[in-house]
């Protein structure tokens, strides 16, 4: 099977592939930006050109998840890496307890985070069975009084991703959505605080998204270093110190493209298209692939998988490869077979991906 394109077929994990039409119009505008003379990575952040493509982004945001009036947006950096310590930092108020739920490896990580700064514990975890599940809600134990509940949307090293969100009630929900943000519509007020990075559906690696409620700020603690504040931030419109200038520029690009192809629901129901297409040869081929995730947790944008021996699966991996599938290799951590069909990995990508999982198996069947 040889490739009629020059463009690879990118299914990395992240960062990850970016729209066609949004590369081409940053490669129009690299030079001079809107008569400036000048690249948007050269202006000044104080500078009203940039102004204006800090806000647009900040806006296009806002309506396309339809985050309500009573939240702020800010444009971080450090990657839900940072996150992981930002957070306990700012609202694991001493007296206090933080919940977090266990669904893989970035969960882990928030976790081992958290504990440096107070009092955490696993209010669900679904690690006996090598995270193939979402914790179902009679899984999950957490308490009225704790200062919030942490859980991970999308689990991108196992293929796992949540259907439905639990109802919390008093207690501040959290979410890491560096993966499937921007993938399907959400209600954005079950939550208290989202995080993302950038580098899956929203754009370029660089730029953190934060979707905070306002009243959440004002309960946040005083003592933490004035960079480390998300109140720092929210005062300064995510400009008090340089902002990654270019990152966010791209990511208001990518937002304009995912509203002029139909916005969140017609996003949504190509992404389900792209996975079936893949779940449905892994589902089809008597055992010849191995999907990890069980199939109400399967995840629309990370689909894993492993075959019969690990000949084989070195086998497939290098001929994927030759075929110009890239980052099918799952991750370094577990193994097996990966496919990352983010929003911008077109349908034509999955579809010829699928076909060379069938043309495999009969191959070597």
């Known amino acids: 099977m040889k490739l009629q394109t020059r463009r690879a077929y990118n299914f990395n994990a992240g960062p990850s592939a970016l729209p066609i039409s949004v590369l081409e119009k940053a490669q129009a505008e690299l030079i001079d930006f809107r008569g400036t003379g000048m690249s948007v990575m050269e202006l000044s952040h104080r500078s009203l050109v940039y102004e204006e493509v800090h806000n647009q982004a900040i806006s296009s945001l806002k309506k396309l998840l339809a985050i309500p009036d009573t939240y702020e947006v800010l444009f971080l950096q450090g990657g839900a890496s ?104 959400i209600e954005v007020s079950k939550f208290a605080l989202i995080y993302a990075g950038a580098q899956k559906n929203l754009g370029p690696s660089g730029v953190t998204v934060v979707i905070i409620r306002k009243d959440l700020l004002e309960q946040a603690n005083t003592n933490i270093p004035t960079m480390l504040k998300y109140s720092t931030h929210a005062k300064n419109n995510s400009l008090y110190n340089t902002p990654p200038t270019f990152g966010i520029y791209m990511l208001g690009e990518v937002l304009n493209w995912a509203r002029e192809i139909g916005g969140l629901t017609a996003i949504a129901e190509q992404n389900e298209k792209k996975a079936k297409l893949i779940y449905d040869v892994i589902d089809g081929c008597n055992g010849f692939f191995s999907g990890h995730a069980e199939p109400d947790s399967r995840s629309l944008m990370n689909i894993t998988f492993t075959l019969k021996t690990k000949e084989l699966e070195k086998k497939f991996l290098e001929q994927a490869k030759q075929e110009g599938f890239i980052g099918v290799n799952g991750h370094r951590s577990i193994g097996g077979c990966r496919v990352s069909a983010y929003n911008a990995v077109p349908y034509e990508a999955c579809k010829a991906f699928s076909e060379f999982m069938i043309q495999f198996q009969k191959d070597h069947s």
């Open 82 to 185: 940072l996150q992981f310590s930002m957070i306990p930092m700012n609202f694991l108020q001493v007296g206090k307890k933080a919940g977090y739920i266990m669904t893989g490896s970035w969960s882990e990580k928030a976790f081992s985070e958290a504990k440096l700064f107070g009092d955490v514990y696993h209010a669900a975890s679904t690690k006996e069975g090598n995270y193939r599940r979402i914790p179902n809600v009679d899984d999950m134990q957490y308490h009225s009084g704790d200062a919030y509940l942490h859980l991970t949307s999308n689990n991108t090293i196992f293929g796992t991703q949540w259907k439905d969100f639990p109802e919390t009630g008093d207690v501040p929900l959290i979410a890491d959505m560096s993966s499937d943000i921007l993938s399907k519509p």
